[in-house]
Antibody, heavy 119, light 107 residues
Framework: EVQMVQSGAEVKKPGESLKISCKGSGYIFSDYWVAWVRQMPDKPLEWVGLFNPGDSRTRYSPSFQGHVIISGDKSVTTAYLQWSSLEASDTAIYYC????????????WGQGTPVTVSS | DIQLTQSPSFLSASVGDRVTITCRAGQGISNWLAWFQQHPGKAPKLLIYTASSLQSGVPSRFSGSGSGTEFTLTISNLQPEDSATYYCQQLYSDLHSFGQGTKLEIK
């Protein structure tokens, strides 16, 4: 059974760093890109970027480029989304999803990681 | 970024009705469009991919059509559990953007 399991809720202060994770299981992790999607409170979904576990390639939305880093470790079948200096506007739920390349679709999603940034 | 515009933003309908949601792309995206359903507090769920392919396990009352710049999601025989927000997503470019969402209320 394919699963994407994300790390738990985080509460941080502005300026702090954070790394959240998404562990894929039930499939060959290196064969599928992993996407990250942001949803701010009562707002629509926003595409953050993609990570290729096979060769570590990444793609970023211009809106997020330079503010977050997407990475992963195929040895532990986990993708990461990290910030070096959080802002209050980073408060949101972050979802990861598996990108099935041959059908070009996001077929399995994580449960979401709520991130709250507040002083 | 390829912009996606959904209409309407809000829709109210009754059980048994048929509704249509439209998604317009700022440029041609062939058939690289997906539709998602999201209930409050839950992760999005894939309904339709490549514009008209029904994802496994999704009821057949959901259907998608379109190509190029204009796409539709149709839900027939509305059920109470269809009350949710619906998003389109383009996967034509390297940057996979979403529409702004359509909130469907069941009266």
């Amino acid at each position: 059974e394919v699963q994407m399991v994300q790390s738990g809720a985080e509460v941080k202060k502005p300026g702090e760093s954070l790394k959240i994770s998404c562990k894929g299981s039930g499939y060959i992790f290196s064969d599928y890109w992993v996407a990250w999607v942001r949803q701010m409170p009562d707002k629509p979904l926003e595409w953050v970027g993609l990570f290729n576990p096979g060769d570590s390639r990444t793609r970023y939305s211009p809106s997020f480029q330079g503010h977050v880093i997407i990475s992963g470790d195929k040895s532990v079948t986990t993708a990461y989304l990290q910030w070096s200096s959080l802002e209050a506007s980073d408060t949101a739920i972050y979802y990861c999803a598996r990108h099935k390349t041959n059908s070009n679709m996001y077929d399995y999603w994580g449960q979401g990681t709520p991130v709250t940034v507040s002083s | 970024d390829i912009q996606l515009t959904q209409s309407p933003s809000f829709l109210s309908a009754s059980v048994g009705d048929r509704v249509t949601i439209t998604c317009r792309a700022g440029q041609g995206i062939s058939n690289w469009l997906a539709w998602f359903q999201q209930h409050p507090g839950k992760a999005p769920k894939l309904l339709i991919y490549t514009a008209s392919s029904l994802q496994s396990g999704v009821p057949s009352r959901f259907s998608g059509s379109g190509s190029g710049t204009e796409f539709t999601l149709t839900i027939s025989n509305l059920q109470p559990e269809d009350s949710a927000t619906y998003y389109c997503q383009q996967l034509y470019s390297d940057l996979h953007s979403f529409g702004q969402g359509t909130k469907l209320e069941i009266k």
